[in-house]
């Protein structure tokens, strides 16, 4: 059974850093992406960032410059390094995993990280005050 277990979400201050892991386990496939999306109260989902099979990454426009990702594949786990935080970063922040049979590089699977078709964790919380 596949399961994506988030967490190192928190209550920051303005201009913070943050960094979310995410363990996956229960793979009987190599995802051919991973990656991170959020949900802010009453708003849609947003991909934020993506790696690959290959070890690209790819970043979405607004977050670029502030967020990382980044995987350990020795311990199966993904992070989200968030810096210079501000209160419009404060959401839901979920990792999600590629379902079996797809795939797609990391800039192709930006667009569809929050996409319903993907595993995701249970998300973790991230509030940031001004």
């Known amino acids: 059974q596949v399961r994506l277990v988030e967490s190192g979400g928190a209550s920051v201050q303005a201009g913070g850093s943050l960094r979310l892991s995410c363990v996956a386990s229960?793979?009987?496939?190599?995802?051919?992406?991973m990656g991170w999306f959020r949900q802010p109260v009453g708003l849609p989902r947003e991909g934020l960032a993506a790696i690959d099979s290959d070890g690209l990454t790819s970043i979405a426009e607004s977050v670029k410059g502030r967020f990382t990702v980044s995987q350990d594949s020795a311990t199966n786990t993904l992070y989200l390094q968030m810096d210079n935080l501000n209160p419009g970063d404060s959401a839901m922040y979920y990792c999600?995993?590629?379902?079996?049979?797809?795939?797609?590089?990391?800039?192709?699977?930006?667009?569809?990280?929050?996409?319903?078709?993907?595993?995701w964790g249970q998300g973790t919380q991230v509030t940031v005050s001004s």
């Open positions: 999600a995993a590629a379902p079996r049979l797809v795939r797609m590089s990391a800039t192709q699977a930006i667009g569809s990280i929050a996409s319903d078709k993907n595993y």
């Open positions: 229960g793979f009987t496939y190599s995802p051919s992406y």
